[in-house]
């Protein structure tokens, strides 16, 4: 299976930057994000974690480390970590780490309600 | 009789300063941008509150982006125009946004705030996770009411609306959040 790198642009919109590899299950996501066509940009992203728990089926590791993100863009880490708990649910390993800079209590927040609302473990992570 | 328009006074207003940033016209993504940064720049020591300030913006920007009742056309482009502006006081920031909506969605956004303005803090961010759990298709796709809420939630201030008629169509909707000055 393929890796998937999207490199971050910051322009008019900004592009986090997307690490995701198949060898080692290693994930990232980081940055900013806030774009032109949330979904057009998500969808692939949610495709590969898919295709990843479907035909790899090794640990995955997903690593949030996000500055600043729209509403929007947080409707996709939504799906992400949904989709991270199906693959827990049925036997997958999976481990998530959310960083925060350490005075931002609402991206701190908005994992927390994943943690509460999905009931998946994550690490909150202040630096 | 209708009072005449100072050009001296709107400038004198303008160059107060208790406001920060006015902005009224096309709110296209690249003034949205301009704005933002101009608004960074702005609230530089304050970050804390300043980044509140940022993103609240940003959202209710997105907010007449994509949803105001009013539009205008340049070449081949539509943009929808609206009205922020970011004014302070000694203790808050307070951004104001404004648009003309369809008079159908008044009872709507009118429930929505007084909805929003009357849970705690862990009710709301219950209402934003369920929110986004069951919209996956509906016309607010884009995340327009999750967008209020998360506006209610950055500040942890009650949010005020109103609505002014303006004809049998439409009307002006206007929303206003203070932001707590954390530097003073």
């Known amino acids: ?127 | 009789m209708a009072k005449k328009f100072s050009f001296f006074h709107h400038y004198l207003n303008l160059n107060n300063h208790d406001i920060i940033v006015s902005y009224k016209g096309p709110m296209s993504d690249v003034i949205i941008h301009e704005i933002s940064k101009d608004i960074q720049n702005k609230v530089i020591e304050d970050p804390k509150a300043g980044k509140k300030v940022y993103s609240i913006f940003m959202e209710l920007a997105q907010n007449i982006f994509f949803y105001s009742g009013e539009v205008t056309q340049f070449g081949d482009k539509a943009y929808r125009i609206g009205s922020i502006v970011l004014s302070q006081d000694e203790t808050n920031y307070t951004l104001t946004a404004g648009n003309i909506v369809d008079k159908k969605w008044v009872p709507v956004l009118w429930d929505r705030c007084e909805l929003i303005n009357s849970l705690d803090r862990a009710a709301l961010r219950k209402l934003k996770f369920e929110a986004r759990d069951d919209n996956d298709k509906s016309e607010n796709s884009k995340g327009a009411g999750i967008g209020l809420i998360q506006v209610a939630l950055t500040s942890a201030q009650p949010i005020s609306v109103e609505f002014r008629d303006i004809d049998d169509q439409t009307s002006f909707f206007a929303l206003s959040v203070n932001i707590v000055k954390q530097k003073q």
Request: hydrophobic share 30%; aromatic share 14%; proline share 3%.
């Open chain 1, 1 to 127: 299976m393929e890796n998937l790198e999207i490199e971050g642009v910051k322009s008019t919109y900004f592009t986090p930057h997307v690490k995701l590899n198949a060898q080692t299950g290693e994930c990232s996501i980081t940055g900013e994000s806030y774009l032109e066509d949330t979904w057009d940009f998500y969808r692939p992203i949610l495709n590969w974690i898919n295709q990843y728990c479907e035909e790899v089926k090794d640990p995955i590791k997903f690593t949030f480390n996000l500055t600043y993100y729209n509403t929007s863009s947080s409707k996709c880490f939504l799906d992400i970590v949904k989709l991270l708990k199906e693959y827990q649910d049925k036997g997958g390993e999976v481990e998530i780490n959310w960083y925060h800079p350490e005075d931002d209590e609402d991206i701190m927040e908005e994992a927390e309600d994943y943690k509460n609302f999905i009931g998946i473990d994550i690490n909150i992570i202040s630096y």
